[in-house]
Nanobody, 121 residues
Framework: QVQLEESGGGLVQAGGSLRLSCQAS????????IAWLRQAPGREREFVAV????????YYGESVKGRFSISRDNVKNTVYLQMNNLNTADTAVYYC??????????????WGQGTQVTVSS
């Protein structure tokens, strides 16, 4: 069983930065790709970024390219999302999710509970 727990969300002003963390546990966690996705009120879940099991392959959603960076530490079983130059459109609940293999959509079987990110203007 894979368990995921997000942390690091909060309130930040536009132009600011936050770093989210996803603590993963489970026997196979270091074999899984881990993604960040987000959901704003009234909107569908949106793919943000994903990193493969080795940490050497990453992909980003178009709206965050050049501003967000995903990385992982397989010793700590933790995946990070560094978010820079935040704007109000980034306000959402951010989830980490895991699966075998990379996909650039929300179709992940394992999910955390989410952490709220609010960007004020």
């Amino acid at each position: 069983q894979v368990q995921l727990e997000e942390s690091g969300g909060g309130l930040v002003q536009a132009g600011g930065s936050l770093r989210l963390s996803c603590q993963a546990s489970g026997r196979t966690v270091n074999s899984l790709a881990i993604a960040w996705l987000r959901q704003a009120p009234g909107r569908e879940r949106e793919f943000v970024a994903v990193v493969n099991s080795n940490g050497d392959e990453t992909y980003y959603g178009e709206s965050v390219k050049g501003r967000f960076s995903i990385s992982r530490d397989n010793v700590k079983n933790t995946v990070y999302l560094q978010m820079n130059n935040l704007n109000t459109a980034d306000t959402a609940v951010y989830y980490c999710a895991a699966r075998y293999g990379i996909i650039l959509s929300p179709a992940y079987p394992h999910w955390g509970q989410g952490t709220q990110v609010t960007v004020s203007s």
